[in-house]
């Protein structure tokens, strides 16, 4: 029989590939979203429009809101996150209108 220290051990291992596992996930999964957006800024630029549309944005919050409450994240966290990636995604969408 495997002692309950040995076993927590093994326990602690498998939950930290998976929360590698899944940090790779969101990374490749941000890399891939942000090359959507860059395609959009450079789209924005040539066309002259704005780069940001805040009402856009407001519905993408209330979406991923739901979307967090849903899933049991925490939905002010999922805000803050999301506003982090607007504002990021606005950034590099100004740099295209200069």
């Given at each position: 029989?495997?002692?309950?220290?040995?076993?927590?051990?093994?326990?602690?291992?498998e939950h930290r590939e998976s929360i590698d596992r899944l940090d790779a996930v969101?990374?490749?999964?941000?890399?891939?979203?942000?090359?959507?957006?860059?395609?959009?800024?450079?789209?924005?630029?040539?066309?002259?429009?704005?780069?940001?549309?805040?009402?856009?944005?407001?519905?993408?919050?209330?979406?991923?809101?739901?979307?967090?409450?849903?899933?049991?994240?925490?939905?002010?966290?999922?805000?803050?996150?999301?506003?982090?990636?607007?504002?990021?995604?606005?950034?590099?969408?100004?740099?295209?209108?200069?």
């Amino acid at each position: 029989m495997t002692d309950p220290v040995t076993r927590a051990a093994e326990v602690l291992k498998e939950h930290r590939e998976s929360i590698d596992r899944l940090d790779a996930v969101l990374i490749y999964t941000l890399a891939e979203r942000f090359s959507h957006t860059q395609a959009v800024g450079r789209l924005k630029a040539e066309h002259m429009l704005p780069p940001s549309d805040p009402a856009r944005e407001a519905r993408q919050i209330a979406r991923l809101e739901r979307m967090a409450e849903e899933s049991g994240l925490d939905p002010a966290f999922a805000r803050k996150f999301l506003n982090f990636v607007i504002s990021e995604v606005i950034r590099h969408h100004e740099q295209f209108q200069n």
